[in-house]
Structure formats: structure tokens, C-alpha cells
């Protein structure tokens, strides 16, 4: 079974620097999804990025990029230029295409808080 | 594009209570997701509708958990009774098929069973 781990219950970061939060997954499939969410103190779950693991280039969003290892199955998620509204939690998730029910299946998040 | 949107945004019951959640998933969206998220903890999928067909429902607690998407639009998830370990986030979630890769989410419903 697949599995989803982040090993950082907490970040901190400082205004206007980068920290980057990690995450592993265990897979035996050779295609699949990798997200990351941000959950806002709102609870409203919004994506923030997301790779194909086909795709060996890794995803960028603006300030949010990715550090894609598929051999060590990492997934880190560097976010640059930290901002006050990045604070909060942040979780990985892994989806195979080829599931049956497609089912999501989520790490345990990592709150990340930004200092002024 | 109006989000998924849930109802209501909080509740607090009594131990052996019933309580139901309600959910509106985006126009268009074939499926339906309900998600149990513990604090501390990451969402975990409870059950999963295309139209208003049941997809998975492994990890739905059946003694005490139903759900329905009757018309294949909203949704909505009942428990009954509750426990204390019920106590959660509730969050719904729906992409537009089931290989969508992408999922949108609600504001979820807190749950707090004394």
C-alpha cells in the first residue's frame, strides 16, 4: 500500500527567506500524481502544486517549486520569498492514475509559520 | 465558478446524537469525495460517489456512517450515533471524473462530540 510521510510536524521561516518542507512517499507503481496542499487556518484545503512523476522536470508555481527525487521517492516543497499569508499547514499527497477509485491518500502536514 | 460549498461550518452534539452534513460540489463535477480529517492528522478519504453511484466507501464506518448523492449532485453524510472519536473536520471535495487529477475542496464543517 501506498504511504505518505512528512517528517516535519513544524517550520518556522522568516519574512522574505526560503525554507523548503519535506516529504516521502512508498510506491511500487512507476506513474503517478504528487500534490501539495495548503491549509489555511479557514480549513478550505487549496493546491498549491502539483507533479506528473512521468515528467522529470520539476513543477514550478510562482514562488512555490519542487524538488522531485523519483528514484529516492522525495517530494520536497520549496516555497521562496516567504510571505505572512503562506502560514500554514501544508500537506503532501499521492494519487495513482491507475487505482481503481483514484484515491488520495494524504501525509500527516507540516505547519509552517512565518515571522515577521 | 462558485467553490464546493458545505454546511454548516460548525457543530457540537451530545455523545449518541445524530448529526448530517450537507455538501454542494462544483456544477459539473462528477465526484464527490468526504473526507475525515482527526486533528493533527491528514484528511482520510471516507467515501467516494461518481454521480450518485458509490466508487469506494472501504474506510466509511457503516454502523454509524451513511451517505447519499441521490441525484448526483449534492451530498449529504450522516452519523449516527456519534462517538467522541468522531470528533473531526469534515470535508468535502469534488473533481470533474473520477482521473481527474485535480480536487477542489470545501471549508469543511468542524465536529465536536462531548
Known amino acids: 500500500a501506498q504511504t505518505v510521510t512528512q517528517s516535519q510536524p513544524e517550520m518556522s521561516v522568516q519574512e522574505a527567506e526560503t525554507v523548503t518542507l519535506s516529504c516521502t512517499y512508498d510506491?511500487?507503481?512507476?506513474?503517478?500524481?504528487l500534490f501539495w496542499y495548503k491549509q489555511p487556518p479557514s480549513r478550505q484545503m487549496i493546491l498549491v502544486i502539483r507533479?506528473?512523476?512521468?515528467?522529470?522536470q520539476n513543477a514550478t508555481e510562482n514562488r512555490f517549486s519542487v524538488n522531485f527525487q523519483k528514484a529516492a521517492k522525495s517530494f520536497s516543497l520549496k516555497i521562496s520569498d516567504s510571505q505572512l499569508g503562506d502560514a500554514a499547514m501544508y500537506f503532501c499527497?499521492?494519487?495513482?492514475?491507475?487505482?481503481?477509485?483514484?484515491?488520495?491518500?494524504f501525509g500527516t502536514g507540516t505547519r509552517l509559520k512565518v515571522l515577521a | 465558478e462558485a467553490g464546493v460549498a458545505q454546511s454548516p461550518r460548525y457543530k457540537i452534539i451530545e455523545k449518541r446524537q445524530s448529526v448530517a452534513f450537507w455538501c454542494n460540489p462544483i456544477?459539473?463535477?462528477?465526484?464527490l469525495y468526504w473526507y475525515q480529517q482527526i486533528l493533527g492528522q491528514g484528511p482520510k478519504l471516507l467515501i467516494q460517489?461518481?454521480?450518485?453511484?458509490?466508487?469506494?466507501d472501504s474506510q466509511l464506518p457503516k454502523d454509524r456512517f451513511s451517505a447519499e448523492r441521490l441525484k448526483g449532485v449534492d451530498s449529504t453524510l450522516k452519523i449516527q450515533p456519534a462517538k467522541l472519536e468522531d470528533s473531526a473536520v469534515y470535508l468535502c471535495?469534488?473533481?470533474?471524473?473520477?482521473?481527474?487529477?485535480?480536487?477542489?475542496f470545501g471549508p469543511g464543517t468542524r465536529l465536536t462530540v462531548l
Open positions: 510506491t511500487s507503481e512507476s506513474d503517478y500524481y
Open positions: 471535495a469534488s473533481s470533474l471524473d473520477r482521473t481527474s487529477p485535480e480536487q477542489f
Open positions: 507533479q506528473e512523476a512521468y515528467k522529470q
Open positions: 456544477s459539473g463535477h462528477a465526484t
Open positions: 499527497a499521492y494519487r495513482s492514475p491507475y487505482s481503481g477509485t483514484y484515491k488520495y491518500i
Open positions: 460517489f461518481q454521480n450518485n453511484g458509490v466508487v469506494d
